[in-house]
């Protein structure tokens, strides 16, 4: 079984900064790519930013020069690290690792995602 635990979350006043973790843990040989994505109250979940395994990046228009993604293969965790935070950027943040496979043997690649954390920024 494999589990996500994000940690980070929490109130901050505009213009200030946060950084996201998540941690994988579990059977895991290997994991393609692994993103942040986020919920804000009443709209629909978005891609953040998403980080390959070699090292490749994809943001969010909205988030572009704000936020950093970066990860630690040996450590199978992502973070996020967010800066001049917005109002806007209120919601809950999910992580999700893509294309996770358990073992050398098993050509089976599965999703997972985390239980959430909640980014609250203040005006």
């Known amino acids: 079984q494999v589990q996500l635990v994000e940690s980070g979350g929490g109130l901050v006043q505009a213009g200030g900064s946060l950084r996201l973790s998540c941690a994988a843990s579990g059977r895991i040989f290997s994991i393609n790519a692994m993103g942040w994505y986020r919920q804000g109250p009443g709209k629909q979940r978005e891609l953040v930013a998403i980080?390959?395994?070699?090292?490749?990046?994809n943001y969010a228009d909205s988030v572009k020069g704000r936020f950093t993604i970066s990860r630690d293969n040996g450590k199978n965790t992502v973070y996020l690290q967010m800066n001049s935070l917005k109002p806007e950027d209120t919601a809950v943040y999910y992580c999700?690792?893509?294309?996770?496979?358990?073992?050398?043997?098993?050509?089976?690649?599965?999703?997972?995602w985390g239980q959430g954390t909640q980014v609250t920024v203040s005006s």
């Open positions: 980080i390959t395994n070699g090292g490749s990046t």
């Open positions: 999700n690792a893509a294309g996770l496979r358990s073992s050398v043997w098993n050509t089976k690649i599965s999703d997972y």
